[in-house]
């Protein structure tokens, strides 16, 4: 990478309310799926592995269910009891000792699910009973192995259950601060909980929380304001995925008035941060898309970007102002240094897809640094010049 072309704002500063960050690279909110025991908790390596990847200006850690009914995934740590909040601590405190920060994605994942992620075998609750069709959920068989079965039927939750899900998000906002993240996430994107209750074809209550766009939005807003008020607004984030499909959704019918009416809502809280992600990754990246820009000027605080960044898009993407920081995911789970390989132009290493979900140390905390790379092939080749392994070679010290 040239002068000319070496980024200029993705490495520069940037401030979150009260939180300063060396850098405008976001580490997007993974599943990693690590948790083993009987609370759910994260273990010592997941420590390892976000400590690792410290040098990120922040962190997003993955989705993080707020009670038992919230689960959706066999082997998610949650973020509802102490040996959770306990757990999670050592990861702060690792991330921390590594000189970076860290948010907790908070999740709920409504109708995707399975009664056998319970211990008391309930099914999946969501704002209406439209079941998935097609999409699979991972649960553990007999011999505790991860494997994938449709989604059970949900149950519609009942008014005051809904209420009770705002309650849910708030001491969850609570248990995040005690295990000393920096702030939290709120999860409204990708077909789960707050997007299903967004959706029209899926929400058919009558109640406070269906029928009108104000009323669908309604239990989402009322969930940030919560959050809010419980730790700060400046350490809440939301993230939404407009136009997006995942978990068999359908692309709403009026996404500029949808979700403008959201980010108005939410300039207007004063939360921390907006977090898009474009799951096709497409119209995130067209600096004419008549939604980003309309989203843009509905939030103009803090936005993250999401979805399919490269080095040159990211800063494109700034030098634009059309966001403020950028997302990487997959990169991330391959590239503990990813900073540094960007910064340099270095390769990415690729990441092994079949152990994203797996479980244990492999495809997880073993990736090498682009340093390990390069010793590793410095003791391999002696420094010849026609080293398979070209890239110590090339001056990425």
């Keep these: 990478m040239s002068l000319q072309t070496m980024p200029k704002i993705l490495f520069s500063r940037y401030t979150v309310g009260s939180l300063t960050l060396p850098n405008r690279i976001v580490m997007a909110p993974m599943n990693r799926n690590r948790a083993t025991d009987a609370d759910l908790a994260p273990t010592a390596m997941t420590a390892e592995y976000y400590a690792q990847r410290a040098s990120a200006g922040l962190i997003v850690a993955e989705g993080t269910p707020v009670s038992p009914q919230a689960r959706g995934c066999a082997r998610t740590p949650g973020i509802y009891n102490q040996a959770q909040i306990d757990g999670w601590r050592r ?27 319970r211990a008391d075998g309930s099914q999946p609750v969501g704002p209406s009973t439209a079941r998935l069709e097609s999409d699979r959920v991972p649960i553990l068989n007999a011999r505790n192995e991860s494997v994938l079965v449709p989604c059970d039927a949900p149950r519609a939750l009942e008014t005051d259950e809904v209420k009770a899900v705002v ?8 248990n995040a601060v005690a295990a000393e993240f920096d702030g939290v996430e709120i999860h409204a994107a990708n077909g789960y909980l707050f997007d299903q209750f967004r959706c029209p074809y899926l929400n058919d209550r009558t109640d406070e ?16 304001v919560a959050a809010a008020d419980a730790i700060g607004r400046a350490r809440v984030g939301v993230r939404i995925s407009p136009l997006g499909t995942a978990q068999e959704m359908r692309p709403d019918p009026d996404p500029l008035g949808t979700f403008g009416h959201l980010a108005r809502a939410l300039d207007r809280v004063g939360i921390g941060y907006l977090h898009l992600y474009d799951q096709s990754e497409s119209w995130i990246h067209d600096q004419q898309s008549r939604l980003l820009r309309h989203l843009r000027g509905c939030f103009p605080s803090t936005m993250i970007l999401c979805g399919g960044f490269d080095v040159r898009r990211a800063e494109a993407a700034l030098q634009t102002v059309r966001g403020d920081l950028v997302a990487f995911g997959k990169p991330f789970i391959s590239n503990p240094d990813l900073l540094q390989r960007l910064r340099l132009g270095a390769p990415l290493a690729p990441w092994d897809s079949k152990t994203i979900y797996k479980g244990g140390a492999k495809g997880y905390t073993d990736y090498p640094t682009l340093d390990e790379e390069i010793a590793a092939s410095e003791n391999h080749c002696g420094g010849s010049e026609s080293c398979v392994y070209p890239c110590a070679h090339r001056g990425f010290r």
Excluded at 167 to 174: G, I, M, P, T
Excluded at 209 to 224: A, D, Q
């Design 91 to 117: 990861v702060t405190r690792a991330v921390h000792r590594g000189g970076g920060r860290i948010y907790l994605q908070l999740w709920h994942v409504g109708r995707v699910g399975h009664g056998a992620l």
């Design 209 to 224: 929380f269906g029928g009108s766009l104000e009323n669908r939005w309604r239990v989402l807003l009322e969930t940030v």
């Design 167 to 174: 309650v849910d998000f708030e001491r969850a906002s609570r």
